[in-house]
């Protein structure tokens, strides 16, 4: 699976950005999905995950209530709503996708169980 993020910009604080997830390659409707972030000087951070259908999703306490992620498989795209944006959450996000489909959104919550990347995109919010 090739995966190309974007949406990232600057956004003030209480503000809103939907990331994006194009997939290609492989059949994106059999691959769970991820979003993590890094910011500057600190290791990649799970964000939250979705099962491959889309039924299933999971979040990082830091994110839940604020950010939402979903999928549309007739798109090959996935998506991540982030809204009331904090200075904290400035970080490149990346989005990634596991090789194989056999567990819950809750297992994918480590970068070691993925196995392929997009770009990522920077998420800069100004206080």
């Known amino acids: 699976v090739q995966l190309q993020a974007s949406g990232g910009g600057l956004v003030q604080a209480g503000g809103s950005l939907r990331l994006s997830c194009a997939a290609s390659?492989?059949?994106?409707?059999?691959?769970?999905m991820g979003w993590f972030r890094q910011a500057p000087g600190k290791e990649r951070e799970f964000v939250s995950s979705?099962?491959?259908?889309?039924?299933?999703?999971y979040y990082a306490d830091s994110v839940k209530g604020r950010f939402t992620i979903s999928r549309d498989n007739a798109k090959n795209t996935g998506y991540l709503q982030m809204n009331s944006l904090k200075p904290e959450d400035t970080a490149v996000y990346y989005c990634?996708?596991?090789?194989?489909?056999?567990?819950?959104?809750?297992?994918?919550?480590?970068?070691?169980?993925?196995?392929?990347w997009g770009q990522g995109t920077q998420v800069t919010v100004s206080s």
């Open positions: 990634a996708a596991p090789n194989r489909d056999y567990a819950s959104a809750s297992y994918y919550n480590r970068p070691d169980r993925y196995n392929y």
């Open positions: 979705i099962s491959s259908s889309g039924g299933s999703t």
């Open positions: 390659g492989r059949t994106f409707s059999n691959h769970p």
